[in-house]
């Protein structure tokens, strides 16, 4: 599921609150699309969207990959500073200067090194689809708020963090203020990958999703 503001989804006027209110048009989806307690899964805004959906409609359980909302203030603006940069060259150089310049290894590793630790590994394709994204989304405007959003409520079912060990936009570090804030919440790292898990070790964040999901279904399994 797309949010609001990505991969072609209308967003809508963004404001302090635009992760309550992204969760609130998530949970609205889930009830049109009929998905009822559902795992929800999301990666970096995603995941804070994730746990705020939590708080307003019954889940499962979440897995957050490398959320934001943990972070210090300075990391949360320089954060979105790199994200609003990027969004910006990746609209500017156009569709096909961004085709030929992510099919050179040399222009690819730069263009994706502060999103991933494996820049080299990342198809050419994959890196054009995940620029080309990035420029269509509204994340130029939502990042003048999210940079500004802590998570501080509460997660009324089982929680997964999954932390990537070399990410440079969401530090590991955070999963300190995480474990602070969300006592009886699940932590995994991933070693060597950047923010793009998914991307960086695809096997392990499968992995890591998948034996969450795994626990949630045994957990409803003996619940009387």
């Known amino acids: 599921m797309n949010l609001p503001g990505h991969g072609g989804e209308p967003g809508f ?3 302090a609150g635009v992760i309550t209110a992204t969760a609130r048009r998530v ?16 990666h970096s805004m995603g995941g804070a969207v994730a746990l705020e959906l939590a708080g307003l409609t ?10 934001i909302g943990f972070w210090t203030r300075p990391r949360a603006w320089t954060t979105a500073a790199v994200l609003r940069n990027a969004a910006r060259l990746s609209a500017f150089v156009g569709p096909a200067t961004r085709s030929r310049l992510l099919a050179d290894p040399v222009m690819r590793r730069l263009a994706l090194a502060a999103f991933s630790a494996k820049p080299s590994l990342i198809r050419p394709q994959v890196a054009v689809a995940a620029a080309s994204a990035l420029a269509s989304s509204d994340i130029v405007t939502m990042t003048k708020f999210t940079r500004r959003y802590r ?28 474990r602070r804030l969300l006592p009886r919440a699940l932590h995994a790292f991933v070693p060597g990958s950047g923010h793009l898990v998914m991307d960086d070790d695809p096997d392990l964040t499968a992995s890591i999703v998948g034996n969450h999901a795994l626990r949630l279904l045994c957990a409803d399994a003996v619940d009387p």
């Open 27 to 42: 949970a609205d989806r889930l009830l049109d699309l009929g998905l009822v307690y559902p795992h929800v899964v999301g």
């Open 151 to 178: 998570f501080r409520g509460q997660v009324p079912c089982p929680v997964q963090f999954a932390w990537a060990a070399k990410d440079r936009l969401v530090p590991p570090a955070d999963a300190v203020r995480a």
């Open 58 to 67: 019954p889940v499962a359980g979440v897995t957050a990959l490398c959320p």
């Open 13 to 15: 006027d963004y404001d």
